[in-house]
Structures are given as C-alpha cells and as structure tokens.
C-alpha cells in the first residue's frame, strides 16, 4: 500500500512500525483494504503524519474514529475532502470559531490548511470500514496513537492539545501538562454540543494567545 509520511516522523517512529503489534495490525489493513471498502483510501492512512511534520506540530486536535461516509475521511480528524458536505460536528467547530474569532464559515470542510500549518488533526484509528463505526478499534490503532501523544508531549514543548469529549480526554492522560497547554470540553457532536460545554469554550483564540505568549505564530484557523 503506497502511503506518505514525513521524514520526520517516520524517523521517530520506524522503531514502533517494527513492533510485533503493528506488524500484526498491518496485516490485518492488508487485508481490510483487499477484501472490504474501508475509510480512507489507502494512500492517505498517514496523511495526518503526511501534511503536519514533526517538527512543525504545534497544536494537537484527537479524533476518534475516520468518518464512515462515501468519499469523506481524507486521513486528518474532522476534516473531509472538499466538495463533501460538511458532518455536523465540523459544523459546530467552524461556528465556533466564528463566534470565537469573528471567521466566516469557509466553504471547503477540508482542514489541510490547518495541517500545513503545524496542526496534527490525529484520530486514535486511522482506519473504518465503509458504515461501520469503531469497526477498527482495538486492533492496535490505539496503541501506535498513544505512542504518537506520548512523543509529542515528551520532545517538544508548548504544544496545544485540544482534548474534546471524553474519549480524547482520557487518551490525553500521557500529556504533560507542565510543558504544554491542555484545553478540554465537550465533544463537538450534535449529541454533546448542544447541551452545553462546546460553545463559548473560546480553545482557538486561547490557543492562539498560548502560542504568541510562547513567541510561536498564531494559527489563522
């Protein structure tokens, strides 16, 4: 399967990619790939490593799972490829950020430009069957995106990581709060937003504060 990856990171993680666990888990891609319709196309698995290098990471957003949907996991959390309608959690964050920054609603739900600029849009599974929510949790996804967090949070410093919804708040645990900004709320779906404690967080303007407090670029979110 022909995938990208910056050098970066695959210098930082060859290590774990020769673990029996990952091994193990990309023969079970393999054969996903070969014998189901599964989200996203194989070339963009990493693109989420693909797009926001190592080095570049500033701002650290957790997913879950890929979307499950014809043609809209493009391999960065939340994010789908252009001319996809927009799922209803992206949704709640554009019009957050409008209410937090004053941006219009861009028309594209397509948040590469986000990862150009040091954003790590990381799901913890990188991978779904076609329909199937969480139908590749627990094949060893997880564990290669702990050790993700966990590399961050340890080598650099001053990064953002947004923690939205449970899920990704307890996957944050690893961070080290010393070192980096930790902003949490709820989860941006529908299910959660609406009762309270998405809207009027205001995470993109502090982290932008976060980051120029640090002598980093604000990112034009």
Known sequence: MNVSIAESWKIRLQAEFDKPYFIELAEFIRHEYSTQ???????????????????????????????????????????????????????????????????????????????????????????????QAG??????????????????????RNVVFMLWGAYAQKKGAVIDSKKHLILKAKHPSPMAANYGGWFGTKHFSQANAYLESKGLAPVEW
């Open 37 to 131: 319709r599964v989200y996203p196309p194989g070339r963009l698995i990493f693109n989420a490593f693909d797009k926001c290098s190592f080095d570049n990471t500033r701002v650290v957003i957790l997913g879950q799972d890929p979307y499950h949907g014809e043609g809209q996991a493009n391999g960065l959390a939340f994010s789908v490829a252009d001319g996809i309608a927009k799922p209803p959690s992206l949704i709640n964050i554009f019009k957050e950020i409008q209410d937090d920054l004053g941006k219009p609603v861009p028309k594209s739900g397509n948040l590469e430009r986000w990862a150009s600029q040091g954003v790590m849009l990381l799901n913890s599974t990188l991978t779904v069957r076609a329909g």
């Open 135 to 156: 139908s590749h949790q627990g094949k060893g996804w997880e564990t290669f995106t702990d050790t993700v967090i966990k590399l961050i949070s340890d080598e650099k």
